[in-house]
Nanobody
Framework: QVQLVEFGGGLVQAGGSLRLSCAAS????????MGWFRQAPGKEREFVAA?????????YYTDSVKGRFTISRDNAKNTVYLQMNSLKPEDTAVYYC??????????????WGQGTQVTVSS
């Protein structure tokens, strides 16, 4: 059974930084892509960043976070990270990590964590 648990959310002032972690279990972590999504109050869930399987050589970001957020993975720790710098109030949301059911694809995000709240004050 695949389980994803996010850590690291909190309250930060605009311009500050946070690092989110997502610990995965239940299968061979390195075979699967990982992604981060977020949902702000009253808005639909949106894609934030994704990283490919194995070495994570391929990454994608939504335009609004490019240059500020960095996704990375540590296969030895079965963990994916989202380093968030230069945070803005509009980054306030519940952040979720997700992973596909199938190995070696960057689509169809089937498994989700419970989410962690990030609040950026102005």
């Amino acid at each position: 059974q695949v389980q994803l648990v996010e850590f690291g959310g909190g309250l930060v002032q605009a311009g500050g930084s946070l690092r989110l972690s997502c610990a995965a279990s239940g299968r061979t972590f390195s075979n699967y892509a990982m992604g981060w999504f977020r949902q702000a109050p009253g808005k639909e869930r949106e894609f934030v960043a994704a990283i490919s399987w194995s070495t994570g050589s391929i990454t994608y970001y939504t335009d609004s976070v490019k240059g500020r957020f960095t996704i990375s993975r540590d296969n030895a720790k079965n963990t994916v990270y989202l380093q968030m710098n230069s945070l803005k109030p509009e980054d306030t949301a519940v952040y979720y990590c997700a992973t596909p059911r199938r190995p070696r694809v960057l689509e169809n995000w089937d498994y989700w964590g419970q989410g962690t709240q990030v609040t950026v004050s102005s």
